[in-house]
């Protein structure tokens, strides 16, 4: 589980990845949840060579449709199985942020897609989403408590995980978002202590089974930073 803090909209994203069964639709129905669509879109993640991005706990992607998002590591020291992140969503801030971590300062300034090249960096994965979007309140939850939202994914190489997601716009609205999300894990059969893998794993595992070692030796070692937990758990 993670707090990632989504910096353009100033909202805080808690969330919890699970592998879903074959009753979790029918579970989130009988739990008063209701289907709000089914959508299709290709991510696109993108690293130098040698993963400086990933091995620094940095994760670019473009989304078809939605453009370009970076998460990267931001306070650290919560504990428990979930770390905080932030998303940038801006291409000045997700330019700037990878001069930074690249060490690629007085490249100049320009969109992501325009800088690629210049930073070094090439795709390394790419892959269908098919999506269906739940949410639900608790009964008897006041109305103007943040929905919970439950995101069923298929990838198109076989591979389904779910996430269970709440947004707040306070960190004092956290530690209740958390309780929300582990009630509603337990109601679906999500073992407290499970980590589910992310799409991304998934993916460099099955098909760059060498970047993939790369960053569990490097997670192992203790190389990365402080904030990230597992990369099994951590992306998204």
Not at 93 to 112: D, K, M, S, Y
């Amino acid at each position: 589980m993670f707090v990632a803090g989504s910096m353009a909209q100033g909202l805080i994203e808690v969330e919890r990845k699970f592998v879903p069964g074959p009753g979790t639709e029918e579970r989130l129905q009988e739990l008063g949840g209701s289907l709000q669509h089914q959508i299709t879109f290709r991510d696109t993640y993108y690293d130098t060579p040698e993963l400086n991005l990933m091995l620094s706990d940095h994760w670019l992607r473009q989304r078809e449709g939605s453009g370009w998002e970076l998460k990267c590591p931001g306070a650290v020291g919560i504990s428990g199985t979930h770390t905080k992140y932030l998303e940038l969503t801006s291409d000045p801030e997700i330019v700037a942020r990878l001069c930074q971590v690249l060490e690629a300062e007085g490249l100049g300034t320009g969109g992501v897609a325009a800088m690629l090249d210049s930073l070094g960096l090439q795709e390394v994965a790419s892959f269908v989403t098919k999506r269906s979007s739940w949410k639900l309140i608790f009964s008897g939850a006041d109305e103007e408590e943040p929905l919970l939202r439950v995101d069923l994914d298929t990838a198109d190489f076989g591979y389904a995980v779910g996430e269970v997601e709440v947004l707040v716009r306070e960190e004092a609205e956290v530690p209740s978002a958390l309780e929300k999300i582990q009630s509603l894990s337990k109601m679906l059969g999500v073992s407290a202590q499970e980590r589910a893998p992310s799409k991304l794993i998934m993916y460099l595992q099955r098909f760059r089974p060498q970047d993939y070692q790369r960053l569990l030796q490097a997670d192992s070692s203790g190389e990365k930073p402080q904030g990230s937990k597992h990369p099994d758990s951590n992306l998204s």
